[in-house]
């Protein structure tokens, strides 16, 4: 299973650009890197997805180094609305065990 | 608005009622999801309907059983639950291919208490 590790919590001021690293040692060779955003009480919503290299879009960016056991979110300039959860989620569910798995994923609190 | 849509979103129960959660995509996606969310704990998937495959979280009880009638629709059928099962229910929806591991949508979720 890909297991994932991030840290707890991050604090940011507002106008900051943040970098999330997230630790994956045993990727697969299939397994994609999809980060989400979750707000209390609400579900997950998706982010950005990579395999390799970066990957940009209007919210972020997601750089992947080439042996891919890791990567790193950037949000850039980050508002208050920004606070949440950031979860970093490698593979995806298969056999019988549903490896699915979301980590506990870092609380970012952004400051006025 | 993320096109996944769940009822009821709030739900109180005793430990002997049946109920059912429902879910709905209308994003046109082939495969759909269950999480369960208890307080400050990890997402924790529960069943995996794909590609007319159905994929489950051995360590699920049997209390909770899925039903998932076409691509569109997946519900979640409860029965004598136990205060532990007290969480956030989430459903999402993915479209799914040869590489699996699609972004998945997210509904709002149901917020299930059991008295």
């Known amino acids: 299973l890909a297991k994932t590790t991030q840290p707890i919590s991050m604090d940011s001021y507002e106008g900051q650009e943040v970098n999330i690293t997230c630790s994956h040692n045993?990727?697969?060779?299939?397994?994609?890197i999809t980060w989400y955003q979750q707000f209390p009480s609400q579900g997950p919503r998706f982010i950005i997805q990579?395999?390799?290299t970066k990957v940009t879009n209007e919210v972020a960016s997601l750089f992947i180094p080439a042996d891919r056991k890791s990567s790193t979110l950037s949000l850039p300039r980050v508002s208050l609305s920004d606070t949440a959860v950031y979860y970093c989620?490698?593979?995806?569910?298969?056999?019988?065990?549903?490896?699915?798995?979301f980590g506990k994923g870092t609380k970012l609190s952004v400051k006025p | 608005e993320t096109g996944v849509t769940q009822t009821p979103r709030h739900l109180v129960m005793g430990m002997t009622n049946k109920k059912s959660l429902k879910c709905e995509q209308h994003l046109g996606h082939n495969a759909m999801y269950w999480y369960k969310q208890s307080a400050k704990k990890p997402l924790e998937l529960m069943f995996v309907y794909s590609l007319e495959e159905r994929v489950e979280n051995n360590s699920v009880p049997s209390r909770f059983s899925p039903e998932c009638p076409n691509s569109s629709h997946l519900f979640l059928h409860l029965h004598t639950l136990q205060p532990e099962d007290s969480a956030l229910y989430l459903c999402a929806s993915s479209q799914e291919g040869r590489d699996r591991g699609r972004p998945q949508y997210f509904g709002p979720g149901t917020r299930l208490t059991v008295t």
């Open positions: 989620l490698v593979g995806t569910y298969g056999g019988s065990q549903g490896n699915l798995i």
């Open positions: 990579g395999y390799k």
């Open positions: 045993n990727i697969a060779t299939n397994d994609y």
